[in-house]
């Protein structure tokens, strides 16, 4: 007998696995109305407070007026609407490559992008702990996939070893997150770079967490690290830091005309609604603008004062390196305790659990904005430290 859905979601809930949505009735801010209760938002990805910037409403009403709220279909269909291509030419600016190609989502990025370069004959290697999109655009596209350990180099390399003796003919792509998603630490970059140079593959980097945050005017971690000409597929998101939504590639000509006439997410799917197009270039302007480099400080200061105020969580080797701190609990039922004791105090921190990581590693996930004043963060402080005394 199949499995019933109630008893599947039954055993969900007896493992603290099941999810559910809550309605939040207001904007994605520093204080939110989360099923009629109000509370400090620590867990959303706006890091710079961009979903609500007057320039970027403003922008996206100019389109609606000029454009109107629908794309009407597929952009190689019904030809591509000027926002979009302003979108474009701006994030190729902004990333310092020929060209760029948006998607409606990061998702559809990494599903569309993965599918594009590699079929099965081809190799694609991942960090163990890349997002669940480009796993699952990896395992899309047939090629053949292997896994290192987290920013493990030795295992990267023999990977790499192993493509070339058994697929010499192949396009070996290795991928990875330039800031984890769920840990906030950095790729190995440059070791990265090393490799793949090495054995000839190419290097997708997703800057999901990184672009906005990280690097001058926010480009991301390969410019801050001085290797962003060594990346050859730039991928990202607009929903993160820069406040909107939607995915990008940016890259060589050549890769984006392939990307144009082979991504699947991108040849099947309706454009973007051309306010959100309008809305994600305004997004890239204001990074390039002397309020981007002021509201970035404001996060590094808010991330310093949090660090200070939290000494255990960056003992050792650990640094605060993104706007993603996450505090390792274990269990996914003690996960969900503890992000219900912030609740009760005022605090919005998800817990993340299995599948988004790994069994006995659930945690929550704080997530810092330059929006959040100094006396938000000392009393979500004062709560962590609270919990973790017992
Ligand atoms: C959020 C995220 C995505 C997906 O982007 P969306 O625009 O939310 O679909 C892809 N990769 C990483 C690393 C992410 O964190």
Not at 230 to 247: F, P, Q, R, W
Request: charged share 20%; with cysteine.
């Amino acid at each position: 007998m199949p499995q019933t859905i109630a008893s599947e979601l039954a055993e969900l809930r007896a493992r603290s696995l099941l999810r559910s949505l809550r309605e939040m009735d207001s904007p994605q801010q520093p204080t939110v109305e989360l099923a009629g209760k109000k509370l400090i938002n620590f867990s959303s990805n706006d890091y710079l407070g961009l979903a609500t910037e007057p320039a970027l409403r403003e922008a996206a009403k100019a389109a609606i007026d000029q454009y109107g709220v629908g794309a009407g279909a597929s952009r190689l269909v019904c030809g591509t609407l000027s926002p979009h291509v302003r979108l474009e030419e701006k994030l190729a600016e902004f990333k310092r490559t020929e060209a760029a190609l948006t998607f409606s989502s990061g998702y559809a990025t990494a599903l569309g992008t993965l599918g594009a370069l590699c079929q099965k004959d081809d190799v694609i290697i991942l960090d163990k702990l890349a997002h669940a999109s480009l796993i699952d655009g990896a395992r899309l596209s047939g090629a053949h996939v292997r896994v290192f350990p987290h920013n493990h180099m030795g295992k990267l390399e023999s990977h790499l070893a192993w493509a070339r003796d058994n697929f010499p003919e192949a396009r070996v792509v290795v991928v990875t997150e330039a800031v984890f998603s769920m840990d906030g630490d950095w790729a190995l970059l440059a070791e990265i770079v090393e490799l793949k140079l090495r054995f000839g593959a190419l290097l997708l980097l997703d800057e999901a967490h990184a672009v906005g945050v990280i690097g001058a005017h926010g480009r991301g971690l390969a410019e801050q690290l001085g290797l962003a000409g060594a990346v050859d597929i730039h991928m990202g998101t607009l929903s993160k830091a820069l406040g909107v939504s939607g995915g990008y590639v940016c890259g060589g000509r050549r890769l984006i005309e392939l990307l144009v006439n082979r991504a699947r997410s991108f040849i099947y799917s309706t454009a973007p609604s051309p306010a959100v197009a309008a809305a994600g270039c305004a997004a890239v302007e204001w990074m390039l603008s002397a309020a981007g480099e002021k509201r970035r400080q404001q996060l590094r200061q808010n991330l310093a004062q949090f660090a200070s105020e939290m000494p255990p969580l960056f003992s050792g080797e650990r640094k605060v390196q993104s706007a993603i701190v996450p505090v390792i609990v274990g269990k996914a039922e003690a996960a969900l305790e503890a992000a219900q004791l912030l609740a009760d105090k005022g605090f919005l921190v998800p817990a993340i659990r299995f599948p988004t990581v790994a069994r006995d590693a659930a945690r929550l996930r704080v997530t810092l904005s330059a929006r959040h004043t100094p006396r938000q963060i000392s009393g979500l402080c004062a709560v962590l430290r609270n919990i973790a005394a017992g």
